[in-house]
């Protein structure tokens, strides 16, 4: 990390961790889990639940979702994963309302958790003073005012696992690239990677505001088409009956379902590249960006359907409305392709 980073990250520690209060939060928790161990009653979920309210209405506001990867690393290397990071609720839950709760496995926990805070508010609170003394620190505003920090997540069926995985979806998302930005006149070179993860799980990117915008309206056509496949992936799922009692036959109708599934979508890249390229193209008479841009509309609703993530933040005030509206085309989609999948489950059993 650069000293700017870390002075950027020091700041985030503040606004989210020492302004709330969070080693006070759970100095509290400490002292009701301690009334509950020296009260020799009987305790469970009802005297617990309240303690994990405490706790939950403080950790459940920190904004960890603005961290770039290289702020990810260094909280995690602070202990600070489970307990303010998204893991964090998850483990509270399991640990204050799962089925095997124990008061002394909690104690031990709280006590854990409030010395991993105490010691990382003092690690922050040097810093803050430190960094300014040993470095000219700039302005925030300098970094990235006009780009979209924009977080692919690879997971679920979208995973990288080894690196036949990652050549596959570099070259992707080097179509995307490519798609996007014909239309709008850009490079693939503007789809800019600041940083990945460990094992390249996460990629950050930066991207225009209209590749953004362009890949909301894009999220919100695929919602549209999803439902004019049900027939076909029912009846894809449907035909293991085949597999082991007739293997030529489950072989012959799987290649038909195929094809059809892989027309349907061809169609619907094709319908939404026109779409956006009416839309958006800086040159309407720049017909051979079509092409690209349907490739790139089937990558992004492969990696979609797949499990893959997105999300995109901005910390200028005067895109964060349009910023998030694209999330919510995004999570609409998924919303819509969750509905797809129970209906083409309940056709299967039918």
């Given at each position: 990390?650069?000293?700017?980073?870390?002075?950027?990250?020091?700041?985030?520690?503040?606004?989210n961790?020492?302004?709330?209060?969070?080693?006070?939060?759970?100095?509290?928790?400490?002292?009701?889990?301690?009334?509950?161990?020296?009260?020799?009653?009987?305790?469970?979920?009802?005297?617990l639940?309240?303690?994990?309210?405490?706790?939950?209405?403080?950790?459940?506001?920190?904004?960890?979702?603005?961290?770039?990867?290289?702020?990810?690393?260094?909280?995690?290397?602070?202990?600070?994963?489970?307990?303010?990071?998204?893991?964090?609720?998850?483990?509270?839950?399991?640990?204050?309302?799962?089925?095997?709760?124990?008061?002394?496995?909690?104690?031990s926990?709280?006590?854990?958790?409030?010395?991993?805070?105490?010691?990382a508010?003092v690690?922050?609170?040097?810093?803050?003073?430190?960094?300014?003394?040993?470095?000219d620190?700039k302005?925030?505003?300098?970094?990235?005012?006009?780009?979209?920090?924009?977080?692919?997540?690879?997971?679920?069926?979208?995973?990288?696992?080894?690196v036949?995985?990652?050549?596959?979806?570099?070259?992707?998302?080097?179509?995307?690239?490519?798609?996007?930005?014909?239309?709008?006149?850009?490079?693939?070179?503007?789809?800019?990677?600041?940083?990945?993860s460990?094992?390249?799980?996460?990629?950050?990117?930066?991207?225009?505001?209209?590749?953004?915008n362009?890949?909301?309206?894009?999220?919100?056509?695929?919602?549209?088409?999803?439902?004019?496949?049900?027939?076909?992936?029912?009846?894809?799922?449907?035909?293991?009956?085949?597999?082991?009692?007739?293997?030529?036959?489950?072989?012959?109708?799987?290649?038909e379902?195929?094809?059809?599934?892989?027309?349907?979508?061809?169609?619907?890249?094709e319908?939404?590249?026109?779409?956006?390229?009416e839309?958006?193209?800086?040159?309407?008479?720049n017909?051979?960006?079509?092409?690209?841009?349907?490739?790139?509309?089937k990558?992004?609703?492969?990696?979609?359907?797949?499990?893959?993530?997105?999300?995109?933040?901005?910390?200028?005030?005067?895109?964060?409305?349009?910023?998030?509206?694209?999330?919510?085309?995004?999570?609409?989609?998924?919303?819509?392709?969750?509905?797809?999948?129970?209906?083409?489950?309940?056709?299967?059993?039918?």
């Amino acid at each position: 990390m650069t000293h700017n980073e870390l002075f950027k990250l020091t700041n985030w520690y503040y606004s989210n961790v020492i302004d709330t209060k969070l080693y006070d939060t759970l100095n509290q928790a400490n002292i009701r889990v301690n009334g509950l161990l020296s009260s020799n009653s009987s305790y469970g979920i009802p005297h617990l639940k309240p303690i994990f309210n405490i706790l939950y209405n403080t950790i459940s506001q920190i904004d960890y979702k603005s961290l770039s990867i290289d702020d990810l690393n260094a909280l995690k290397k602070n202990g600070l994963e489970n307990i303010i990071l998204e893991p964090a609720i998850p483990v509270l839950q399991e640990l204050f309302l799962g089925n095997k709760t124990d008061i002394h496995t909690i104690s031990s926990r709280v006590i854990s958790m409030l010395n991993t805070v105490k010691e990382a508010d003092v690690n922050f609170k040097n810093l803050q003073i430190i960094l300014p003394q040993l470095f000219d620190i700039k302005s925030s505003e300098e970094d990235y005012t006009d780009k979209v920090l924009t977080r692919l997540t690879f997971h679920n069926d979208a995973s990288i696992e080894n690196v036949v995985n990652l050549s596959d979806w570099s070259n992707s998302w080097n179509k995307v690239a490519r798609g996007y930005g014909m239309v709008l006149g850009h490079t693939p070179e503007d789809f800019e990677v600041i940083s990945a993860s460990k094992g390249s799980i996460i990629f950050d990117l930066l991207l225009n505001l209209e590749t953004v915008n362009m890949l909301g309206e894009t999220f919100n056509h695929i919602a549209d088409f999803a439902f004019t496949m049900i027939e076909i992936k029912a009846a894809l799922k449907g035909i293991s009956y085949f597999k082991t009692l007739n293997p030529e036959k489950y072989e012959q109708l799987k290649a038909e379902l195929q094809s059809d599934l892989d027309k349907k979508n061809d169609e619907m890249a094709e319908d939404i590249a026109q779409k956006l390229f009416e839309k958006y193209s800086i040159d309407e008479n720049n017909h051979e960006a079509k092409i690209p841009l349907k490739h790139a509309v089937k990558e992004v609703s492969k990696f979609i359907n797949k499990g893959g993530d997105i999300n995109f933040k901005t910390d200028d005030l005067d895109k964060e409305d349009e910023v998030l509206l694209v999330n919510e085309a995004l999570l609409m989609l998924k919303n819509r392709s969750k509905e797809q999948k129970l209906i083409e489950d309940k056709k299967e059993e039918d």
